[in-house]
T-cell receptor, first 115, second 117 residues
């Protein structure tokens, strides 16, 4: 069975500082990996996804993530955090590239940004 | 781009009543939609898979008679919480993907905040 672990429940960074959110997955086959962001009371917005190819993927809002098969990780990074990045971030894994199977989500990491 | 619309965004109902939540794919057809539930400060947990023209598939522990799912068309799935109780208060989110598949990721609705008093 698939599973996703986000080790950090809550992270606080200063505005302008770099950010890395950790994600580890467990899946026997080729994983399809996603990062979503959720603002309070809102739905999910897709930041980026990895299906195949280049292991460093670029997303929206200046985010990127690197797929490392040897470490079963898909960490999310941003070089300079903005106050508007404060939100909940979810890593997810799916069985297929298409949307015909559901995603399994990690428990999320809440990001706080301080001045 | 593909958009999934969920309605209502918020609903407050009295204990014992039923509430219907709609999930629409606005510019694509979706044979499959998914319903998730999210408790405060927790992750999304899959409740059920909604299949157009057939019965929904429920995850273990989800009462199918309590959470009725109808996927009557390729653009609409509904979740009805029957005889709601305060413990059903939660954030419900649907997702869908174009039936053409390929590398189309799941698109999520903005969620419905259900409060049962």
């Amino acid at each position: 069975a698939q599973s996703v672990t986000q080790p950090d429940i809550h992270i606080t960074v200063s505005e302008g500082a770099s950010l890395e959110l950790r994600c580890n997955y467990s899946y026997g086959a080729t994983p399809y990996l996603f990062w979503y962001v959720q603002s309070p009371g809102q739905g999910l917005q897709l930041l980026l996804k990895y299906f195949s190819g280049d292991t460093l993927v670029q997303g929206i809002k200046g985010f990127e993530a690197e797929f490392k098969r040897s470490q079963s990780s898909f960490n999310l990074r941003k070089p300079s955090v903005h106050w508007s990045d404060a939100a909940e971030y979810f890593c997810a894994v799916g069985e297929q590239a298409s949307g015909n199977t559901p995603l399994v989500f990690g428990k999320g990491t809440r990001l706080s940004v301080i001045a | 781009g593909a958009v999934v619309s969920q309605h209502p965004s918020r609903v407050i109902c009295k204990s014992g009543t039923s509430v219907k939540i709609e999930c629409r794919s606005l510019d694509f057809q979706a044979t499959t939609m998914f319903w998730y539930r999210q408790f405060p400060k927790q992750s999304l947990m899959l409740m059920a898979t909604s299949n157009e023209g057939s019965k929904a598939t429920y995850e273990q522990g989800v009462e199918k008679d309590k959470f009725l799912i109808n996927h009557a068309s390729l653009t609409l799935s509904t979740l009805t919480v029957t005889s709601a109780h305060p413990e059903d208060s939660s954030f419900y989110i649907c997702s869908a993907s174009p039936r053409t598949g390929g590398n189309s990721p799941l698109h999520f609705g903005n969620g419905t905040r259900l409060t049962v008093t």
